[in-house]
C-alpha cells in the first residue's frame, strides 16, 4: 500500500468510526435523559480514556505503544480546534461540583 493509498484509507475509517461513536454516544445521552438521567461529559471522557487504554495496551510492542501515543497527542490539538465551532449544553462534573456548560 502506497502512503496516500493508506492514509486514505486511514482517513476513510477515522471518519467512519468517528461517525459511529459520535452516533452511539448521542444515543446514549437521549436514552439516559429518558430515564431522567443527566448525561455527563466527564462519563463520556472517563469511558474514551478507557478503551484507548485498552487499544493502546492491545499493543505488545512498547515502542510502537509509544508512538501511537504520541501521535494520538499530537492529533488532539487538531481534533478540538476542527470541532470548536460546534456548541451544545453539556454537564461537567469535577471532584464534587458541577459545571454547566
Request: net charge positive.
Amino acid at each position: 500500500m502506497t502512503g496516500n493509498t493508506w492514509k486514505s484509507e486511514q482517513d476513510r475509517q477515522s471518519q467512519e468510526l468517528s461517525q459511529i461513536l459520535q452516533r452511539e454516544i448521542t444515543e446514549f445521552g437521549k436514552r439516559l435523559a429518558a430515564e431522567g438521567h443527566q448525561p455527563m461529559l466527564n462519563a463520556v471522557a472517563s469511558a474514551l480514556v478507557s478503551v484507548t487504554g485498552s487499544m493502546l495496551a492491545s499493543v505488545k510492542d512498547r515502542r510502537i505503544r509509544k508512538e501511537l501515543r504520541r501521535v494520538m497527542d499530537r492529533g488532539l490539538p487538531q481534533a478540538i480546534a476542527a470541532h470548536e465551532d460546534r456548541t451544545g449544553s453539556v454537564e461537567v462534573v469535577f471532584a464534587n461540583r458541577r459545571l454547566d456548560a
